[in-house]
């Protein structure tokens, strides 16, 4: 008797990267792009703007992704989106999602506007960013998305950055948008469950995808996903969801292994003090306090 | 769309940039300095492999998996999450 | 059907008419006015549209792009600081090959604050790939607008319509307005061009070494697009009675010397070449309707046995005067004739070119034994 065990697929199969992209080994973008296309299948149309992910979909003739794509300015990803999906709707496509996608330089810092705005208007798109906490695709400068202490090129060891990381997500919950949902590569059926009930939602969806960077963050490539799971094993990004603004529900408990697990296998924490730890772990603390009241 | 790169003449060029090719062309296999050898007797098919590969270098074939060399950049991903050590790294020679 | 109504109106009753799919404007003064129309037929169902309040002037060129590259027909407006905020999508805008079509009311760039007519605005965006017109009536206006769709559908080029701030875009006039069936015979649906298609899946703006070749390839619709332009103003005066040319030149056949200017200057200007007409002095006007592409072969010829020209610019690119002098002395020089040209910059910021001030500038070319410095006119003495 064959006790050969069974191709399990844990995720669904149909593939809308090809291989052959210019990612960085390792690259966790690429694999967020991955997932996200596979929760929303082949009637997608993409926005990327200037970003690892532009370079990563490729240059003329070529493209990695087997959706159609827009590549335009960088502060336009969500604006860009909004014209799109009033276009289809116009030519009575309406079952086509229309799908922004920016890292977290083009969505916390240029693109913010652009994006409070058609949050405001609640465009129906759906945005997209993942997140490797700088400019990586010029080379690793800051973003807002940074978090405080971390070492990028223009926040060097003399001059560490010195504020905390954004919380975008604060943000876009004040803008009561139907669905906002952190994810990670880290947990990719986690990831595709929350892209697939942001498919079926009206408005603007916004999810924020953790994707560790090795070449930015300073770590062997094939820890990409041990990174990303323990930054929500150490409380560092929570996964949970926001319906209409108010609604909170966490994705996971939290595991509360010891910050330091995460920080050590990254070089850009290398400059990381006792104080800067007991201040990140006291930050984590108190976001966990606030999420599990607002989870009820 | 279709797989590969070309060069085009003046006339066959669109009206501006418009990619209508796959990257599938680009053998990013070259890039690698060490490649991930799968142990098929250990593996329980638990699909993790095929799930992170951020190349999608790892593929099915009936009811086992393959590594596609043309693809795989040797991250090393899919040696490290593999819950059964069927997946090792080696030098890669050339 | 006539209608008494200001410039801004002709241009939304103008995009009423064209049936654009998609809008996305942000208010400026002085063209806020068409904000509010387009806003208002798109919420009374006239125009069956989506219109995008957008968060500011790049982002109304952002949408346009996207929905133009989706397929739809599409269109926005704006003004001085809106036009100079979009120069980046401009360029994107015309890189992609899109017929969007733009109206641009002429307001003077801050800094100082001005919000009356200068022509700098779009005249410092030339060199963007974008077609320009400037009219110099509310009725030119309304069939530039139409022409102007059918124009960058035809070329896969953007079109902007300039209309000077509240000289025109305010002044009521009387428009003609033709019945919708009229302006559909003129102007049908946009032919199916390349576009983002979930059957056909393509990406749009790669990253690519072979950018010159598709400058070329612009270059190439640019070198089309004047014949366009006077085929479609031929086929607008065919089938709605009226057309405008791409220059309008007005006595300028054995004139002593010749005005050229663009916009609602050249109406003051033809009014004042009457007077010298009655004293036996030939004053001719040439007035520049389609800007880019330069119409080089009809300005040539309008202005080919004159002896002198007077350019009068409502525009100024400090450290190079006069931009329309600029471009018509490099016609000339590339014609290897030389033909004085005196230039003259007036009305910026909207301080009104008056009469006498081109009375002035006729007395001062026919006394000048040849072209000096720029004469700047209308400045506190």
Known sequence: ?296 | MKKGYGTKSLEELPLTAISFMTTEGNETGEWRSQRPVLDSEKCNRCGLCWMYCPDQAIRTRENSYWISYEYCKGCGICATECPKGAILLVVEER | ?381
Request: hydrophobic share 40%; with cysteine; glycine share 6%.
């Open chain 3, 1 to 381: 059907m006539k209608k008494v109504i200001s410039g801004n109106q002709a241009v939304s009753y103008a995009v009423l008419s064209a049936k654009p799919q998609v809008i996305a404007a942000y208010p400026i003064t002085p063209q806020s006015a068409i904000v509010e129309m387009l806003a208002t037929f798109c919420a009374t169902g006239d125009l069956h549209a989506k219109f995008i309040n957008v968060e500011s002037e790049h982002s109304a060129m952002a949408a346009c792009i996207a929905a133009s590259v989706t397929g739809a027909r599409t269109f926005t407006a704006t003004s001085s600081q809106g036009l100079a905020l979009m120069h980046e999508l401009l360029h994107y805008a015309s890189g992609l090959r899109l017929p969007i079509v733009m109206a641009n009311v002429n307001r003077a760039l801050a800094s100082p604050f001005n919000l009356k007519a200068d022509l700098s605005d779009s005249l410092s965006q030339r060199d963007t790939g974008w077609l320009q017109f400037y009219c110099e009536s509310g009725q030119e206006v309304f069939d530039t607008i139409i022409q102007a769709f059918r124009i960058s559908e035809e070329l896969l080029l953007p079109v902007m319509v300039n209309l000077e701030g509240f000289i025109l875009s305010h002044t009521y006039e009387a428009v003609e307005i033709p019945e919708q069936k009229e302006i559909e015979r003129f102007l049908p649906s946009p032919p199916p061009r390349e576009c983002l298609d979930v059957e056909h899946p393509s990406m749009f703006g790669s990253t690519t070494d072979l950018y010159i070749n598709f400058r070329y390839k612009m270059h190439q619709a640019m070198e089309k697009a004047e014949t366009v332009c006077q085929d479609v103003d031929d086929q607008f005066q065919r089938t709605l009675g009226r057309g405008y040319g791409l220059v309008q030149s007005y006595e300028c056949d054995d004139a002593d010397i010749i005005l050229l200017a663009a916009g609602t200057i050249a109406s003051s200007c033809r009014v004042v070449a009457d007077r010298f007409a009655k004293k036996g002095v030939k004053v001719g006007v040439l007035r520049i309707r389609l800007f880019r592409p330069l119409p080089k072969g009809p300005i040539c010829h309008a202005l080919k046995n004159t002896p002198k020209i007077a350019v009068i610019d409502r525009d100024f690119s400090p450290g190079c005067g006069g931009i329309l002098a600029q471009e018509v002395k490099a016609i000339f020089h590339n014609e290897n004739r030389k033909v004085p040209i005196y230039e003259f910059i007036a009305g910026l910021g909207g301080r009104d070119v008056t009469d006498e001030d081109i009375e002035r500038i006729i007395e001062q070319t026919l006394e000048a034994k040849e072209p000096g410095e720029i004469t700047w006119t209308g400045l506190l003495k």
């Open chain 1, 1 to 296: 008797m064959d006790r050969t065990p069974q191709i399990k697929f844990p995720i669904p199969q149909e593939e809308l990267v090809f291989s052959g992209h210019t990612a960085c080994p390792g690259c966790g973008a690429v694999l967020a792009m991955r997932y996200a296309l596979k929760a929303l299948g082949p009637k997608t149309i993409m926005v990327i703007p200037p970003s690892c992910a532009g370079v990563i979909a490729g240059g003329f003739p070529v493209s990695a992704l087997n959706v159609p794509v827009l590549r335009i300015a960088f502060e336009t990803t969500a604006i860009s989106a909004s014209g799109i999906r009033a276009a289809l709707d116009m030519m009575g496509k309406k079952d086509i999602h229309v799908l922004a996608w920016a890292g977290d330089g083009g969505t916390f810092d240029i693109g913010l506007q652009a994006l409070s705005a058609a949050a405001e208007r609640n465009d129906n798109i759906i945005y997209i960013c993942y997140d490797n906490e700088a400019y990586m695709n010029t080379g690793i400068q800051r973003s807002s998305s940074t978090p405080e202490g971390t070492w990028t090129t223009t926040t060097p060891a003399s001059s560490l950055k010195d504020t905390p990381k954004k919380d975008i997500i604060r943000i876009m919950a004040a803008h009561k948008i139907p669905y906002i949902a952190t994810a990670s590569v880290g947990y990719p059926p986690d990831l595709i469950k929350k892209v697939e009930k942001a498919k079926g939602i009206y408005g603007t969806r916004f999810i924020l995808i953790y994707s560790p960077c090795p070449t930015g963050w300073r770590h062997s490539p094939e820890l990409t996903i041990q990174i990303a799971k323990l930054a929500t094993e150490t409380g560092v990004f929570p996964l949970y969801e926001i319906e209409d603004g108010e609604k909170y529900s966490l994705s996971r408990r939290h595991s509360k292994k010891p910050i330091k697990e995460y920080l050590s296998l990254q070089g850009r924490f290398r400059n990381f003090t006792e104080k800067d730890l007991k201040k990140m772990e006291e930050k984590v603390r108190k976001e966990w306090d606030y999420l599990t009241r607002m989870a009820g």
